[in-house]
């Protein structure tokens, strides 16, 4: 505890007094750092140490994060559309099951017999064919 509390005087015997402050209209002022803390939310000048808790930004820093949060915020309905495409999908497949299921044939399932009798079919005319060719030529 003591240790702390010489660390804590220490640093703020060797932190800035004041900061640099960059106005909306780009003019820059220097302004002195907070010292107590304050339950509102202030920004914190540019070289301000902040020795306390509590939500102090530089006016850089604080731009950053409200891109960022608008590029997540971006980004998680991204994920909701995708989700729900998904959520879609998974209905679509559950309700093909259920039809396979309760259907002794799967209506989207081909049969292959027909596939195999057409084969069967050819090869027996190439066959036979061939078969009257070699006859003829002998």
């Known amino acids: 505890m003591l240790k702390s509390i010489l660390i804590s005087t220490v640093l703020l015997g060797a932190a800035a007094t ?7 209209d780009g003019e820059i002022i220097e302004v002195p750092c907070p ?3 304050d339950d509102s939310r202030e920004r914190l000048p540019q070289g301000c ?33 995708e ?10 497949l559950q309700g093909q099951l259920i039809i396979c299921t309760a259907v002794p044939e799967c209506p989207s399932c081909p049969s292959t017999l027909p596939n195999t009798v057409t084969g069967a079919v050819i090869g027996t005319v190439i066959t036979a064919g061939g078969c009257a060719l070699w006859t003829i030529s002998q």
Do not use: C, F, H
């Open 35 to 37: 010292q107590e803390y």
């Open 18 to 24: 004041t900061g640099i402050w960059i106005k909306s």
């Open 83 to 92: 989700v729900q495409v998904l959520e879609g999908r998974v209905n679509e």
């Open 49 to 81: 140490v902040n020795l306390q808790p509590g939500i102090w930004l530089s006016v850089d820093r604080y731009r950053d994060m409200e891109v960022e949060i608008a590029s997540l915020k971006e980004r998680l309905e991204g994920k909701d559309r």
